[in-house]
């Protein structure tokens, strides 16, 4: 495990200094944005998919409405359960960072969102080491892995359904069963990934993806949960 840890990093790191940084959009170039106003988030029932050991990845565009420090890190992701959250993924009070929690660890990822534009956030588990890159760029590299708890649910904009609301906007979520190489991340932020013609190289290691225009989340091998 160590070597492929090591191996994956160095593949990565590699990929990264070849890609284009400054990736940033606006809201209205995606077909699939999930507005919240900090008081309709998404939630899903717990299911074992979505327990990430190693080897995975989640990739989704960002951007916060919000201008005054609402006093508390609004949530984006949360997978979690009664002893604290397997993966919670937040950003910021001030806007100026990710904040990803595991059990009772927070991890800080500092970027300033305050430029009003989506910005692409990808998070690799490689196992025994987490990575985080946003808009293509190495953000943070954290010795941890996500939990093995038990999960009480599976939510979008809130933490639990109801605590640390988010404000703004989320696009293109999807999560992986594999560590996406950066290129490929950066090739499909916004294009289809299940096109007849290019699909996605590692489309039969998606575990799911987001139908916000449903306000659902769809598992790659069974109908929405």
């Not at 500092?110 to 953000?139: C, E, R, Y």
Request: overall charge negative; some cysteine.
């Amino acid at each position: 495990m160590l070597v492929w840890t090591i191996y994956c990093r160095a593949l990565i790191v590699a990929a990264l200094s070849l890609c284009t940084l400054g990736l940033t959009a606006t809201a209205g170039e995606f077909p699939d944005v999930l507005e919240l106003d900090g008081q309709n988030g998404l939630s899903f029932p717990p299911h074992d998919a979505l327990n990430l050991i190693d080897g995975n990845t989640i990739e989704f565009w960002l951007m916060p409405d919000w201008t005054e420090n609402p006093g508390y890190d609004p949530v984006i992701l949360s997978n979690a359960g009664p002893n604290g959250p397997l993966y919670l993924i937040a950003m910021l009070r001030n806007r100026d960072g990710l904040s990803l929690s595991i059990e009772s660890n927070d991890y800080i990822v500092p970027f300033d969102f305050t430029d009003g534009l989506m910005h692409f956030v990808a998070i690799a588990n490689l196992g025994d080491s987490i990575m985080v890159m946003v808009d293509n760029k190495m953000s943070g590299d954290f010795n941890a892995q996500f939990s093995e708890m038990p999960s009480a649910g599976f939510w979008i904009g809130t933490a639990d359904g109801v605590q640390s609301p988010f404000k703004g906007a989320i696009a293109n979520l999807r999560i992986w069963d594999s560590v996406v190489e950066p290129e490929d991340l950066m090739t499909f932020s916004r294009r289809p990934i299940h096109s007849a013609v290019d699909p996605h190289p590692d489309l039969d290691q998606l575990i799911g993806q987001a139908d916000f225009a449903n306000r659902t989340f769809v598992l790659h091998d069974s109908s929405p949960e």
